[in-house]
């Protein structure tokens, strides 16, 4: 059988890398792909990135399923063009994914569905906005309304600051029809809650957790995430469960009675207080990056028999009553980033130190992979191409047996200003 990645970033390197391994699998194509996939054995990058394009290109070749791993493709309706062609497609449809390409639309919807997530206002006038920021208590958080890489993310801790991203997001030059969510702050612990869903059952994925500011100890702008690690310790089991009845299936219950019946990787960021309760920070509709190289390399199940389940619900049994496989060891990843990164990203930078595309640096149990995200080849050499070049991912008995081996890859490989985070995994270290 045959697979279609759509995207170009570590989400999608990952994506592929392990539907590769499924058994009935013969081929996975990735559109258009980066360099890690053009080396990589059983990949097949394919230079086409026009949604209508991919579908024909689909049916042309018999893809059994197609992925898709950005939030961009699902916001411009990649899954309903390839259902009006007949074509399995796992994601959710443009209606769907407004839980991620809309903050306001997904503030709005947990208000009405009873889903816990911090208080919130929604402007359009910037004027307004800035007296909201003046009166309201610090930090204050100013999120872009639409789709922003991870980065449309302001978490001020003076009025200064939250000033400043208001007028970033809505002053002058700001595009027509700009909105910001204003909201208060939420203090705990960060976690990545990732489940499959078929649009009449869930089920969930290893926990994970991202660090999103550029530098250690959380310092620095936000960003589209510097490393993450799977399983996450702050996660227990009875967060889990009220993760998954205060917040999940509320949630698809909800859309479903909205007419958006969700399907795909829905994605909660949540906070977790000290007294582990948890509060939703943002949905996503795919798959999180750096979350899903450590997710998937834990996964020991079949990604392409899952996910073609999911994106066909009748055929098969429900998700719920599917027992996923795990490696019972920590996977953690470190994000190796371009120079100026997140503001101004160079490229062109040759990669050198990179361990061969088809062999795993120890390959008697992957202990450690590289996954590309921004990476082209030129001339036969890979150069950085983007802002997040690579992630670092390695297995390990505990999660510092898994940072040492992670780094220990990360300082042979270099390019001209390369900045990655010393720190990933160090909350759960310190437990």
């Known amino acids: 059988m045959k697979a279609l990645v759509i995207g170009a970033g570590g989400r999608e390197h990952a994506l592929a890398w392990k539907l590769a391994q499924g058994e009935r699998v013969q081929a996975v194509f990735v559109a258009p792909g980066n360099a890690g996939t053009a080396l990589e054995p059983r990949l097949k990058n394919v230079a086409i990135t026009d949604l209508a ?84 208590a610090l930090p204050i958080v100013v999120k872009a309304d639409g789709l922003a890489a991870g980065k449309g993310v302001v978490v001020a801790a003076t009025r200064e600051e939250a000033h400043a991203a208001v007028e970033a997001m809505l002053g002058a030059g700001a595009p027509a029809g700009s909105r910001v969510v204003v909201e208060e702050f939420l203090d705990g612990e960060e976690a990545s809650f990732i489940v499959v869903c ?15 500011r550029l530098g250690d100890d959380d310092r620095g702008p936000n960003t589209g995430g510097m490393g993450a690690y799977s399983p996450a310790p702050v996660v227990t089991p009875n967060v889990h469960a009220r993760v998954m009845h205060e917040i999940v299936l509320p949630t698809l219950a909800g859309m479903a009675a909205e007419g958006r019946p969700f399907s795909g990787f829905l994605y909660a960021g949540l906070m977790i207080d000290a007294n582990g309760a948890p509060k939703t920070v943002e949905f996503n509709c795919r798959l999180g990056d750096p979350e899903a190289q450590p997710i998937l390399m834990r996964l020991k199940s079949d990604l392409f028999e899952l996910l073609l389940q999911a994106a066909a619900p009748h055929d098969g049994q429900r998700l719920d009553e599917v027992e996923l496989q795990w490696d019972r060891r920590v996977a953690l990843g470190v994000v190796m980033a371009a120079a100026g990164y997140p503001a101004a990203p160079r490229g062109g930078d040759a990669i050198i130190g990179l361990p ?55 300082r042979t490989i270099s390019f001209a200003g390369a900045q990655w985070r010393s720190d990933i995994g160090q909350r759960a270290i310190r437990g």
């Open 198 to 212: 078929d649009g009449r059952s869930v089920l969930a994925l290893a926990t994970s957790q991202d660090h999103k």
């Open 53 to 136: 394009e991919l579908a024909q290109f689909a049916l042309d070749e018999k893809i059994d399923l197609t992925v898709v791993g950005p939030e961009a493709a699902l916001a411009a309706g990649a899954v309903d063009i390839f259902r009006e062609r007949g074509l399995r497609i796992f994601g959710p449809t443009k209606a769907a994914a407004e839980l991620e390409s809309s903050k306001a639309f997904a503030k709005a919807f947990m208000k009405r569905h009873a889903i816990p997530t911090a208080a919130y206002q929604v402007f359009d006038d910037a004027g307004a906005a800035h007296r909201h920021v003046d009166a309201a």
């Open 356 to 410: 061969a595309a088809d062999a795993d640096i120890d390959s008697r149990d992957e202990t450690v992979k590289v996954f590309h995200a921004g990476t082209a080849l030129r001339g036969g050499a890979v150069v950085s191409a983007g802002g997040r070049v690579l992630c670092v991912t390695a297995l390990g008995d505990s999660t510092r047996l898994a940072q040492q081996r992670a780094y220990e890859v990360v």
